[in-house]
Structures are given as structure tokens and as C-alpha cells.
């Protein structure tokens, strides 16, 4: 079945610069990369997600990559505000078949 | 208002007793999902649901069993608890598997003493 590495599993960042969060995936026919954010006490919800007919996706200071031959994909944060502190999951799966496979999460930490 | 409605918010159990977390959409979504969320492992696929009448193993099953009579109802039972349950299980649905978003409950703490 797929297995989802995700890297680091924390990260602290100073507000207004970039954050960068990687995962790897290990089933060549996954196609749907979502990401979740979660903050402290909360459910997780959707941020932002890619197919795998795309390489790279915008969402104001949001971005993911994906790199299908090297099977990883990135979600990148610009700008970062405080509110952008909370745990981020990076997920893989092929639609259609397998259900969504979480990485185990990256804490992010925007310092003020 | 549409979405995803989890009870309890916690329950402390003591070991060996049979428990229900109850799990009810309105979106009239295909698939639902259950989750166990553990420091430092993320989140973890416990069982899920295709469409009413059927369910699939995930990748923790041992010790839950779930069923799908409507396309509402989710419910997750542990049949006899043990502390290693003692996790955040959250809930969640999607319209199918074609790759849209998972909607997420609140999430119940269980803590099995």
C-alpha cells in the first residue's frame, strides 16, 4: 500500500519569511496530493491540493509542487504569519481506489 | 447547517468496556472515514466506507468495527478497550474517492484507563 514520508516534523520559522514542507510518496499510480492544516484543538481542513497532471499550484502565499518521477511533492508558505502556526498533513492517493494516506504532520511555528 | 456531527467530545473509559462514537453527516456524501489522531503518527486510517452497505479495513483496524446501514451513519465500536485506544478519532466524509476534499468532524478524545 502507499506510504507518505513528510519532512521535518517541526519547523520554526521567523514571521515573513518562507516555509518549506516536503513529503514523499512510494505508489507511482497515486494522482491526488492534498493538504491539511489543523490548528491547536482543531479539526483538519483542506489548504490546498494538486493532481498529478499539474506540477505546481497557487493559492495566494500557498504553493504546492509535485515531482512525479521523483515521487515528492512540497507545499511552500511565503510571507508567514503568526496564524500559519498549526500542524500541516500532506496526503496521497488514487482516486478511485485506495482511500487518502496521511503523512505524520509537520508542526509549524511562526515566532513573532 | 450542512456538515459532519461527532459525539461525544470525550469519554473517559475504563478498560474492557464496549464503547460507540457516533458519526452522522447531512451532505449526502458517498464515503466516510475514521481516523486516529497520535502524537508524532499523524493521522491514521482505522476503517472507512465506500457507500452505505459497504466498509474496508484501514491500516489500524485491530479492535474496531464499524458498520454502514445508511448513507448518514458511521458508527466505530471498540468492543472491549484497552488503553492503547486512548487517541483522538476523528471522523470524515467525502462525496466519493475521486480525489475531493475529506470533511472532517470535530474529533472525540477517548482516554482508556
Known amino acids: 500500500g502507499e506510504n507518505v514520508e513528510q519532512h521535518p516534523s517541526t519547523l520554526s520559522v521567523q514571521e515573513g519569511d518562507s516555509a518549506v514542507i516536503k513529503c514523499t510518496y512510494s505508489d507511482s499510480a497515486s494522482n491526488y496530493f492534498p493538504w491539511y492544516k489543523q490548528e491547536l484543538g482543531k479539526r483538519p481542513q483542506l489548504i490546498i491540493d494538486i493532481r498529478s497532471n499539474v506540477g505546481e499550484k497557487k493559492d495566494q502565499r500557498i504553493a504546492v509542487t509535485l515531482n512525479k518521477t521523483a515521487k515528492h511533492f512540497s507545499l511552500h508558505i511565503t510571507e508567514t504569519q503568526p496564524e500559519d502556526s498549526a500542524v500541516y498533513f500532506c496526503a496521497a492517493l488514487q482516486v478511485g481506489n485506495t482511500p487518502l494516506v496521511f503523512g505524520k504532520g509537520t508542526r509549524l511555528s511562526v515566532i513573532a | 447547517i450542512a456538515g459532519i456531527t461527532q459525539a461525544p467530545t470525550s469519554q473517559i473509559l475504563a478498560a474492557g468496556r464496549r464503547m460507540t462514537l457516533r458519526c452522522t453527516q447531512d451532505m449526502r456524501h458517498n464515503a466516510m472515514y475514521w481516523y486516529r489522531q497520535d502524537l508524532g503518527l499523524g493521522l491514521r486510517l482505522i476503517h472507512y466506507?465506500?457507500?452505505?452497505?459497504?466498509?474496508g479495513k484501514g491500516e489500524v483496524p485491530d479492535g474496531y468495527s464499524v458498520s454502514r446501514a445508511n448513507t448518514d451513519d458511521f458508527p466505530l465500536t471498540l468492543a472491549s478497550a484497552v488503553p492503547s485506544q486512548t487517541s483522538v478519532y476523528f471522523c470524515?466524509?467525502?462525496?466519493?474517492?475521486?480525489?475531493?476534499?475529506?470533511?472532517f468532524g470535530n474529533g472525540t478524545r477517548l482516554t482508556v484507563t
Open positions: 470524515a466524509s467525502s462525496p466519493d474517492r475521486d480525489g475531493s476534499p475529506l470533511h
Open positions: 466506507s465506500n457507500t452505505a452497505g459497504t466498509t
